[in-house]
């Protein structure tokens, strides 16, 4: 099965707030990946909630020398 418009990227993160992230996600039942995933979609629906939908056709994805 293809991934859809699947985007991979890295996050710099202190080892503290990383083990503790890890410690949530497990208490939560998910792995990290999930995890995250839950809480970008969180925020953005909280987001969406409080300033409206966002347009994606008006956002362009950093190239990879921006990242």
């Known amino acids: 099965m293809a991934q859809k418009n699947k985007v991979t990227f ?4 202190d080892e503290e707030l990383y083990k ?3 410690a949530v996600a497990k208490f939560d039942g998910r792995d990290e990946n ?3 995933l839950h809480l970008i979609r969180t925020n ?3 987001h969406e909630r ?3 939908k966002i347009d994606v ?4 994805l ?3 020398e921006e990242q």
Do not use: D, F, Q
């Open 44 to 46: 953005v629906a909280y």
């Open 10 to 13: 890295s996050v710099r993160i």
């Open 34 to 36: 999930n995890h995250i």
């Open 50 to 52: 409080i300033h409206g």
């Open 20 to 22: 503790k992230m890890l």
């Open 62 to 64: 950093p190239t990879t």
């Open 57 to 60: 056709s008006k956002i362009a």
